[in-house]
């Protein structure tokens, strides 16, 4: 069973950063797309960035292009989000997530990390 695990959120001020953490377990990965999502209040989840388990390119949302990166460690089977310069507006529960490379919709979830970025 595929098990999603964030971890790395908090409280930043305005231009600080974060680094969030995806532990993931359950299988072999290796032809998986993990990515990022995030959903502030009162909004719509949206797409934040993701990236190939077995390399392969990665894709960023407009709003946070040159702001984060998605990286991997295949030695702890993580997925990592490095967000820098963070603003406002990037405050959201960010989510974790996973799909089979051949299908298109992300159907295995974390819990979810709270990332609160304060003018």
């Known amino acids: 069973q595929v098990q999603l695990v964030e971890s790395g959120g908090g409280l930043v001020q305005a231009g600080g950063s974060l680094r969030l953490s995806c532990a993931a377990s359950g299988r072999t990965f290796s032809s998986y797309v993990m990515g990022w999502f995030r959903q502030a209040p009162g909004k719509e989840r949206e797409f934040v960035a993701s990236?190939?388990?077995?390399?392969?390119?990665?894709y960023y949302a407009d709003s946070v292009k040159g702001r984060f990166t998605i990286s991997r460690d295949n030695a702890r089977n993580t997925v990592n989000l490095q967000m820098t310069s963070l603003k406002p507006e990037d405050t959201a529960v960010y989510y974790c997530?996973?799909?089979?490379?051949?299908?298109?919709?992300?159907?295995?979830w974390g819990q979810g990390t709270q990332v609160t970025v304060s003018s």
């Open positions: 997530a996973t799909r089979p490379r051949w299908e298109t919709k992300f159907n295995y």
């Open positions: 990236i190939m388990w077995n390399g392969g390119g990665t």
